[in-house]
Every structure is written in C-alpha cells, then in structure tokens.
C-alpha cells in the first residue's frame, strides 16, 4: 500500500517565524510532488509543486525534495497568521489507479500561527 | 485560471434519496475525479475519469456512481443515500497526463449531510 505520511499536528509558530511541514512516502517511484493548503471549510488549494531534488522557492514557501531518503518538506518563511491553515503534502506515483497515475494525499499538517 | 465549480456548497438529504452532484471545469481538462473528505480519514479517492465516458474505481467507490457524458462535467451519483455517506464531497480536475505533470485543482466543495 502506497502512503503520504504527515505529522498531523497542530504545529504552533509565532508571526514571523520560520514554519516547517514535514512529508515522507513510501513509493520509490513517486515522481511528482505537490503541497495543497487548506483552510478550514473550504477545498485544497494548490500551492508548490516539486519534480527535481533540491529546493524550489516561490515568495514565502520554498518546497524541498529529497528522493534518496523520500521526504519533501515545505518551508514558510515569515509565517503569517493568514497562513494558519492544515497543510496537505499529495504524491503522484505512476502505477496507482491505472496507467494515468493518481494522486496520493497524506492526511495532513494543520498549523497555527499566532500572532 | 483554472476554475472547477460544484452544484452545490450545502445539501440535506434523506435516506434513501437518489443525490446527484455535479461538477463542472472549464479548462478543458481530461482527467477529473471525486473524492470524499472526513476527519481523520484524509481525502479518498471515490472514482476518477480520464476521457469523456470512460470511468475507473477509486478506493471507495462503493454505494456511489458516476457519469462524463461531456469532457467539461463529471457528475457523482448517490444511488440511495446513507447516513455514512454524510461528508464533504471534493471535484477535481487536471491537465493531460504528462510525466512530470499531474497538478490537481479542486473545486470549491459539497458539504452533503444525509439525515
């Protein structure tokens, strides 16, 4: 069985702070790496998207992928209390559901900020 | 930008009602899929579609239908409504499958409580 695990939390961070959303799957073959935020209520939101080892940066958030030890993590630099919000780490893996491929999601980090 | 739109945000129905939930993207995407969404249990994948009638099972297809008689609306039918299936209903839609591609957008949610 093919899993996105994620600490559920809450993760608590004060206004300013550096905010850290850990992610680790289990399928080797996962190619594709996407985190989603979600606030309260309301439906995910696509946020960064990752192919490539390394860091991608967009504004705040900067996404990093480490294939070798199957793990991608998002960064919010700054955490504002806007940002506060459970945070959805999704894999693409080639073989699930059919050739398409679909998305595995993990359940979820849900982050506070506090002002 | 991509906009995915559901029917409805809020619907009440009774046990044993036939529901139907539709949904609608305007990007021309191919790929489309239901999920459901509950507490501690992450989203799940319900069914997905990839070409205008073609339809395949995700994890919990189960007491649910669906049909994509045109490539712009994917509708998920409810056969006969159940009190475990009250939940927040989730669209979503993505391009054509490309090997580093797959982002997925969501629309904007049914919360369905079945009474």
């Known amino acids: 069985q093919k899993e996105v695990e994620q600490n559920s939390g809450p993760l608590s961070v004060p206004e300013g702070a550096i905010a850290s959303l850990n992610c680790t799957y289990s399928d080797r073959g996962s190619q594709s790496f996407f985190w989603y935020r979600q606030y309260s209520g309301k439906s995910p939101e696509l946020i960064m998207s990752?192919?490539?080892?390394g860091d991608k940066e967009d504004g705040r958030f900067t996404a990093q992928l480490n294939k070798a030890s199957q793990y991608v993590s998002l960064l919010i630099r700054d955490s504002q209390p806007s940002d506060s919000a459970t945070y959805l780490c999704?894999?693409?893996?080639?073989?699930?559901?059919?050739?398409?491929?679909?998305?595995?999601f993990g359940k979820g980090t849900k982050l506070s900020v506090k002002p | 930008d991509v906009k995915v739109t559901q029917s409805s945000r809020y619907l009440v129905k009774r046990t044993g009602e036939k529901v139907f939930l539709e949904c609608v993207q305007d990007m021309d995407h191919e790929n489309m899929f239901w999920y459901r969404q509950d507490p501690g249990l992450g989203l799940r994948l319900i069914y997905f579609s990839y070409d205008v009638k073609m339809k395949e099972k995700g994890d919990i297809p189960e007491g649910y239908s669906v049909s994509r008689e045109k490539k712009e609306r994917f509708s998920l039918i409810l056969e006969s409504a159940s009190t475990n299936q009250t939940s927040m209903y989730l669209c979503a839609s993505s391009p054509p499958l490309g090997y580093y591609s797959y982002e997925q957008y969501f629309g904007p949610g049914t919360r369905l409580t079945v009474t």
């Open positions: 999704a894999t693409r893996t080639k073989d699930y559901g059919g050739s398409q491929g679909n998305l595995i």
């Open positions: 990752i192919y490539s080892n």
